[in-house]
């Protein structure tokens, strides 16, 4: 079976691509734990989805959420100045895995969970369930909070020596979410021997060039309605 593991769904961003029969997806597992963001994507699902209205992590608790349904919610305090929190429900990522993916399924996943990704990755690596996964391309976000920093190092060796196929979401992740998923699944799905070339390098250059002229395409299309 060909499954799909989208751990931190959020409004479905990624589930919007994942879904198109292009890809081949048996099954869809969306895990998110902020309320705020159930309702859309449950609207995009269909029979192959599942949707979990939990997080992952390195064991089954509640934790606090902050800025629960924006897009860079964390349980990370330091990672955002906070302007609400809410208490969610959070599963132990090793046993989730035990539970519910054969080590015979071809797995995709992608983890943006803003700073929580070091605690999976050490739960996954500390039970071995990790290696259940073939394809993985995760969000580093341990950056973006001060408490977390140091932990990037370790998180990136145990990636490395995971045996996954393993891409840090800055090297193939352009555009936005929805764009960069869509752009990941092109390149792991391409046999060119130039396909980082395409999907890497040119792609990053011309979402910047995209982002440069968003301002002139904004003002050429505020010209035309004047008209």
Same mark, same amino acid.
């Given at each position: 079976?060909?499954?799909?593991?989208?751990?931190?769904?959020?409004?479905?961003?990624?589930?919007?691509?994942?879904?198109?029969?292009?890809?081949?997806?048996?099954?869809?597992?969306?895990?998110?734990?902020?309320?705020?963001?159930?309702?859309?994507?449950?609207?995009?699902?269909?029979?192959?989805?599942?949707?979990?209205?939990?997080?992952?992590?390195?064991?089954?608790?509640?934790?606090?959420?902050?800025?629960?349904?924006?897009?860079?919610?964390?349980? /990370? *305090? =330091?990672?955002?100045?906070?302007?609400?929190?809410? $208490?969610? #429900?959070?599963? +132990?990522?090793?046993?989730?895995?035990? %539970?519910?993916?054969? /080590? *015979? =399924?071809?797995?995709?996943?992608?983890?943006?969970? $803003?700073? #929580?990704?070091? +605690?999976?990755?050490?739960?996954?690596? %500390?039970?071995?369930?990790? *290696?259940?996964?073939?394809?993985?391309?995760?969000?580093?976000?341990?950056?973006?909070?001060?408490?977390?920093?140091?932990?990037?190092?370790?998180?990136?060796?145990?990636?490395?020596?995971?045996?996954?196929?393993?891409?840090?979401?800055?090297?193939?992740?352009?555009?936005?979410?929805?764009?960069?998923?869509?752009?990941?699944?092109?390149?792991?799905?391409?046999?060119?021997?130039?396909?980082?070339?395409?999907?890497?390098?040119?792609?990053?250059?011309?979402?910047?060039?995209?982002?440069?002229?968003?301002?002139?395409?904004?003002?050429?299309?505020?010209?035309?309605?004047?008209?």
């Amino acid at each position: 079976m060909k499954v799909f593991l989208d751990i931190g769904a959020h409004v479905g961003e990624t589930l919007s691509v994942v879904l198109d029969p292009r890809w081949q997806f048996d099954r869809i597992h969306c895990f998110e734990p902020a309320p705020a963001c159930w309702a859309p994507l449950q609207q995009l699902a269909d029979e192959r989805v599942e949707l979990h209205r939990f997080g992952l992590w390195k064991e089954t608790t509640a934790l606090v959420l902050h800025n629960p349904g924006a897009i860079g919610a964390s349980v /990370a *305090a =330091d990672k955002d100045p906070v302007q609400q929190s809410t $208490e969610c #429900a959070f599963v +132990d990522a090793g046993a989730w895995f035990a %539970e519910h993916v054969d /080590a *015979a =399924d071809v797995v995709y996943a992608k983890v943006n969970v $803003e700073g #929580a990704e070091a +605690d999976i990755v050490d739960r996954l690596v %500390e039970t071995g369930e990790i *290696a259940k996964i073939d394809h993985l391309v995760i969000h580093l976000d341990v950056v973006k909070s001060p408490s977390l920093r140091a932990r990037e190092p370790l998180l990136r060796a145990q990636l490395a020596a995971s045996g996954v196929d393993v891409v840090p979401a800055d090297e193939i992740i352009f555009g936005g979410a929805t764009r960069g998923a869509r752009n990941w699944l092109r390149w792991l799905d391409s046999t060119s021997p130039l396909r980082d070339l395409r999907y890497k390098t040119l792609q990053q250059r011309w979402e910047r060039l995209r982002f440069l002229l968003y301002p002139a395409k904004q003002w050429l299309v505020a010209r035309a309605r004047t008209r």
